[in-house]
């Protein structure tokens, strides 16, 4: 029963144009900003006078750069993940899904896995934008790449599982919250105001950075482990920030939660 709704989930998703315009845009904002950060901090790496000390060290550049996927791409497979759910309310497609399948908590399965499926390809495409990008303008300005370096591409692969698990993170709200207007005002506010804002407040005091950390963002950066704008890990300078493995563990307990959520609180619900 699971394999032929798995399937079912993932020719939703591709008989839709959602899932590749979404990419497209992942792949225009993370050439823009990690190109774009890439020439800026190359400039003043490579500038004589005060400027070079606007710019990070050269060893943590090419890393911060290339997790721009996570830091700041991270939205739209949460998107991705929303819509695949609150589009079947907006259309009215869950009855004859559960007509079909009767077994509502093995449709939630199988849509988390066809997510997590999507979330890995986001994952792929958005890790090359931004090495592809920002590997670029390190190479036009003289700077080392990182990509010799084993590291840096272990760095790489957790990027995709970051993404990856964003997307059922997505599912997981759009059970929560099936209005779709409702969930994507949530999201979008939560991803590109409320922690960001969150994360910049917590760098002030180590209590609070000891609590920052557990963002959902800065567990993000912590499981790909490169350097962020918002600080290393989002952490104060007296806080260590979250191991990798720490941070995916709180990604992928944050994605069980809501889809348990979920699925209690509306999935389980008469649909009409």
């Known amino acids: 029963m699971f394999l032929p709704a798995l399937r079912a989930e993932v020719a939703k998703i591709l008989t839709t144009r959602i899932w590749w315009v979404l990419a497209i845009i992942?792949?225009?904002y993370i050439v823009f900003i990690?190109?774009?950060l890439g020439a800026l901090f190359g400039f003043f790496?490579?500038?004589?006078?005060?400027?070079t000390e606007q710019?990070?060290?050269?060893?943590?550049?090419?890393?911060?750069?290339?997790?721009?996927?996570?830091?700041?791409?991270?939205?739209?497979?949460?998107?991705?993940?929303?819509?695949?759910?609150?589009?079947?309310?907006?259309?009215?497609m869950l009855t004859p899904t559960f007509l079909a399948t009767p077994k509502r908590g093995?449709?939630?399965?199988?849509?988390?896995?066809?997510?997590?499926?999507?979330g890995a390809i986001y994952?792929?495409?958005?890790?090359?934008?931004?090495?592809?990008?920002?590997?670029?303008?390190?190479?036009?300005?003289?700077?080392?790449?990182?990509?010799?370096?084993?590291?840096?591409?272990?760095m790489i692969g957790r990027g995709v599982l970051a993404l990856a698990l964003w997307a059922v993170i997505g599912v997981g709200l759009g059970?929560?919250?099936?209005?779709q207007v409702a969930a994507i005002v949530v999201i979008l506010a939560f991803t590109q105001f409320v922690e960001p804002t969150l994360r910049a407040v917590t760098m002030f005091a180590d209590w609070a950075a000891s609590l920052g950390r557990f963002l959902p963002g800065a567990a993000s950066d912590a499981l790909v482990g490169a350097p962020s704008?918002?600080?290393?890990?989002?952490?104060?300078?007296?806080?260590?920030?979250?191991?990798?493995?720490?941070?995916?563990?709180?990604?992928?307990?944050?994605?069980?939660?809501?889809?348990?959520?979920?699925?209690?609180?509306?999935w389980k619900r008469d649909v009409t």
């Open 34 to 36: 990690s190109g774009g």
């Open 123 to 154: 994952g792929v495409v958005g890790v090359i934008a931004s090495v592809g990008a920002g590997a670029g303008a390190l190479t036009l300005f003289g700077l080392d790449t990182q990509l010799d370096n084993s590291e840096t591409w272990a």
């Open 106 to 118: 093995l449709v939630l399965g199988a849509k988390s896995t066809a997510l997590l499926f999507f």
């Open 229 to 266: 704008l918002f600080g290393v890990g989002a952490t104060g300078p007296g806080v260590d920030p979250l191991e990798w493995w720490q941070g995916g563990l709180l990604l992928a307990a944050l994605a069980l939660v809501l889809t348990v959520l979920g699925y209690f609180v509306s």
């Open 55 to 92: 710019a990070p060290p050269t060893e943590f550049l090419a890393p911060m750069l290339y997790g721009s996927v996570s830091t700041f791409g991270y939205v739209f497979p949460v998107l991705l993940g929303a819509l695949a759910v609150t589009s079947e309310y907006r259309h009215q």
């Open 26 to 28: 992942l792949v225009v």
């Open 175 to 179: 059970a929560l919250i099936p209005n």
């Open 45 to 51: 790496s490579t500038s004589e006078g005060q400027a």
